[in-house]
T-cell receptor, first 116, second 122 residues
Framework: AQSVSQHNHHVILSEAASLELGCNYS??????LFWYVQYPGQHLQLLLK??????LVKGIKGFEAEFIKSKFSFNLRKPSVQWSDTAEYFC??????????????FGRGTSLIVHP | GAVVSQHPSRVICKSGTSVKIECRSL??????MFWYRQFPKQSLMLMAT?????????EQGVEKDKFLINHASLTLSTLTVTSAHPEDSSFYIC??????????????????FGPGTRLTVL
């Protein structure tokens, strides 16, 4: 079965620092890749997604992610974080399961705290 | 973007009672909805996949008689926690799959999440 690994469980940064959150998955076939964000007290929101094409994906709020197929990775980046980026970040992978349904698998999540 | 609602947002119940949580896709038809459970400081755990007009598919370890799922229409799926106990206290989140990928073969499969339901069983 596929799995998703987020290496950083807790990240603490100061404002204006650069951010990179790691995400690796284990599956040899075609995947769709996502990053979700959950701000304190709110529900999950989609940051960005990759299906095909340019492996560098731009998302909302200045986030981007790069799909490196050879490394089975989809790391999330932001050049300069803000205090308002404090949240939980989840990487998710979808593969085509039996019958053609897309079964999502989530990583454990990374808690990001940005100090003003 | 597409909107998914959940009702109620919070529920407190006594041990042994049943609780129903509704998940609605407001501006699109969702043939597939997913139910997740989130424990504090942990990732989402997929409980079941709900397909309109058919039985839900439960993940390993999830009791189907405990967590009843009904996907009666293309915009509504319900999760009923039967005979709830304190260990069932959790944050339950649904998501609805955008069916656009099922039209024209375009692979634009995206999930839209509901705001979640906080269940507390006393």
């Amino acid at each position: 079965a596929q799995s998703v690994s987020q290496h950083n469980h807790h990240v603490i940064l100061s404002e204006a620092a650069s951010l990179e959150l790691g995400c690796n998955y284990s599956y040899g076939g075609t995947v769709n890749l996502f990053w979700y964000v959950q701000y304190p007290g709110q529900h999950l929101q989609l940051l960005l997604k990759y299906f095909s094409g340019d492996p560098l994906v731009k998302g909302i709020k200045g986030f981007e992610a790069e799909f490196i197929k050879s490394k089975f990775s989809f790391n999330l980046r932001k050049p300069s974080v803000q205090w308002s980026d404090t949240a939980e970040y989840f990487c998710a992978v979808q593969i085509q399961g039996p019958g053609g349904s897309y079964i999502p698998t989530f990583g454990r999540g990374t808690s990001l705290i940005v100090h003003p | 973007g597409a909107v998914v609602s959940q009702h109620p947002s919070r529920v407190i119940c006594k041990s042994g009672t049943s609780v129903k949580i509704e998940c609605r896709s407001l501006d699109f038809q969702a043939t597939t909805m997913f139910w997740y459970r989130q424990f504090p400081k942990q990732s989402l755990m997929l409980m079941a996949t709900s397909n309109e007009g058919s039985k839900a598919t439960y993940e390993q370890g999830v009791e189907k008689d405990k967590f009843l799922i009904n996907h009666a229409s293309l915009t509504l799926s319900t999760l009923t926690v039967t005979s709830a106990h304190p260990e069932d206290s959790s944050f339950y989140i649904c998501s609805a799959r955008d069916p656009y990928s099922e039209r024209g073969g375009l692979r634009t499969d995206t999930q839209y999440f509901g705001p979640g339901t906080r269940l507390t069983v006393l």
